[in-house]
Antibody, heavy 122, light 111 residues
Framework: QVQLVESGGGVVQPGRSLRLSCAAS????????MHWVRQAPGTGLEWVAV????????YYADSVKGRFTISRDNSKNTLFLQMNSLRAEDTAVFYC???????????????WGQGTLVTVSS | QSVLTQPPSVSGAPGQRVTISCTGS?????????VHWYQQLPGTAPKLLIY???NRPSGVPDRISGSKSGTSASLAITGLQPEDEADYYC???????????FGTGTKVTVL
């Protein structure tokens, strides 16, 4: 069965960096686009970034563009999110989610991980 | 702020029917992009409920349905059950933002 397990969350000071990982299993990872979606405490879902199945294209929400970088290692079935220059408003649970296809703009998210909490605070 | 607007809350008694609207614009739903729906039970990750406007993944009961018309979409739950109490989000793609977008979310309460 499809499994997505996020890790790397924690408490970090404003301005510092953090790298999240998402370990995938139960499917051919290199066939699917992957996303990061976040949810600030008590609020709704916000899409963060997508990477195509082969890593050839990456797109970001305006709120994180220039600060966050999505990447993947298909040989290790792992998705990453490098977060730099973190701000208090980045505090959220970060979910990785599988795209139902290659990562195109008509796709949806068919499987989700359990999330990892990132808290940005001094 | 989200470009897809949902009512903050809806409620109904067990067995009743509730609907959740998702209102977009010409740059997202009205541009022909599909609408998808997710259910988030308290303290858990979102789960796909409806994809491509009206399709149910395996395991989702047929008392849950979706539709799309113009710049809006809706989710209907008939025969409301206590386990339906959750937050529900619509999702699509927006040309102006060049990104995926979620609705503001709707909390369903079973009275």
């Amino acid at each position: 069965q499809v499994q997505l397990v996020e890790s790397g969350g924690g408490v970090v000071q404003p301005g510092r960096s953090l790298r999240l990982s998402c370990a995938a299993s139960g499917f051919t990872f290199s066939d699917y686009g992957m996303h990061w979606v976040r949810q600030a405490p008590g609020t709704g879902l916000e899409w963060v970034a997508v990477i195509w199945f082969d890593g050839s294209y990456k797109y970001y929400a305006d709120s994180v563009k220039g600060r966050f970088t999505i990447s993947r290692d298909n040989s290790k079935n792992t998705l990453f999110l490098q977060m730099n220059s973190l701000r208090a408003e980045d505090t959220a649970v970060f979910y990785c989610a599988r795209d139902r296809g290659y990562g195109g703009n008509r796709d949806h998210f068919d499987y989700w991980g359990q999330g990892t909490l990132v808290t940005v605070s001094s | 702020q989200s470009v897809l607007t949902q009512p903050p809350s809806v409620s109904g008694a067990p067995g009743q029917r509730v609907t959740i609207s998702c209102t977009g614009s010409s740059s997202n739903i009205g541009a022909g992009y599909d609408v998808h729906w997710y259910q988030q039970l308290p303290g858990t990750a979102p789960k796909l409920l409806i994809y491509a406007n009206s399709n149910r993944p395996s395991g989702v009961p047929d008392r849950i349905s979706g539709s799309k018309s113009g710049t809006s979409a809706s989710l209907a739950i008939t025969g409301l059950q206590p386990e339906d109490e959750a937050d529900y989000y619509c999702q699509s793609y927006d040309d102006s933002l060049s990104g995926f977008v979620f609705g503001t979310g709707t909390k369903v309460t079973v009275l």
